[in-house]
């Protein structure tokens, strides 16, 4: 059995913090009635295309956040995901929108519940066949006081 020197126990435990971190954001709305655990961020499943669609500041400038889609062939569904850049909770208001061709959308979070989101929004589905459709992301945060506005053009065609 291999021994680790302290140095590398050091790295292992600080690596395992901070991808606790990502995979456990205690900021994320939490209801009071859950005390013990926060709950585990929930993922797209399916498969990434390599493109990440930034949120813009009104200077126009990347930042605040960026937003990806997902393909899952088996349930011919796309996901998408709006991250807080970087992803360290300071960000607040995070909204996501996924539209279809016409127009009919899901938001994170929905308008009926609003909430305080500092890390990120979504996953939101496709609630149809997306085979052969197109969808367009739009959304929204405030970081540092400046609000940054995410909107794409048509993506995940196909």
């Known amino acids: 059995m291999k021994r680790l020197r302290r140095s590398q126990l050091l790295g292992l435990g600080v690596m395992a913090l901070m991808l606790s971190l990502v995979a456990a954001p205690t900021a994320q709305a ?18 990434w295309d390599g493109k990440t669609y930034w949120a813009k500041s009104p200077s126009g400038n990347n930042g605040g956040g ?11 569904r796309n996901c998408a995901k709006f991250w807080s850049s970087p992803y360290d909770g300071l960000a607040s208001n995070i909204k996501l929108y996924l ?7 899901a938001a994170d979070p929905p308008p009926e519940h609003p909430e305080n989101y500092h890390y990120y929004a979504g996953p939101l589905y496709t609630w149809f066949d997306a085979t052969g459709h197109c969808i367009h992301l739009s959304g929204s945060l405030v970081r540092g006081g400046v609000a940054y506005r995410l909107s794409t053009g048509d993506v995940r065609c196909g």
């Open 30 to 47: 939490a209801p009071a009635e859950a005390a013990a655990a926060a709950p585990r961020a929930v993922e797209c499943s399916g498969s």
């Open 66 to 76: 960026y937003a990806r889609t997902y393909w899952n062939s088996s349930t011919k």
């Open 99 to 105: 539209h279809d061709e016409s127009g009919d959308y």
